[in-house]
Nanobody, 123 residues
Framework: VQLQASGGGLVQAGGSLRLSCAAS????????MGWFRQAPGKEREFVAT????????SYADSVSGRFTISRDNAKNTMYLQMNSLKPEDTAVYYC?????????????????WGQGTQVTVSS
């Protein structure tokens, strides 16, 4: 499975962005997926995860209520709608997939990673 993240950019605080993660591979639509982020000088952290059906989702406390994860299995694409962005959301955002159908919040449970897309929120 190959993952391609896109949609990052520069936005002012309070603004919105939508990230996309396109997955290739026959089984990709059956995999749970997630978003992680890494700010300069910090460790990679969990943002959101979604099961293969989309019926189960989980968010980090820091983004709950502002970010929404979704997926379109017909297009093999996952999304992260980010609203009310804050400067502390600035990071490289990575999409990931795991070979099972259920959600996971730890990066070590993911088998495939995209290249990352930069999100910068100015104050």
């Amino acid at each position: 499975v190959q993952l391609q993240a896109s949609g990052g950019g520069l936005v002012q605080a309070g603004g919105s962005l939508r990230l996309s993660c396109a997955a290739s591979g026959r089984a990709a639509s059956r995999y749970a997926m997630g978003w992680f982020r890494q700010a300069p000088g910090k460790e990679r952290e969990f943002v959101a995860t979604i099961s293969w059906t989309g019926g189960s989702r989980s968010y980090a406390d820091s983004v709950s209520g502002r970010f929404t994860i979704s997926r379109d299995n017909a297009k093999n694409t996952m999304y992260l709608q980010m609203n009310s962005l804050k400067p502390e959301d600035t990071a490289v955002y990575y999409c990931a997939a795991r070979r099972v159908t259920g959600v996971a919040t730890y990066s070590r449970y993911y088998d495939f990673w995209g290249q990352g897309t930069q999100v910068t929120v100015s104050s």
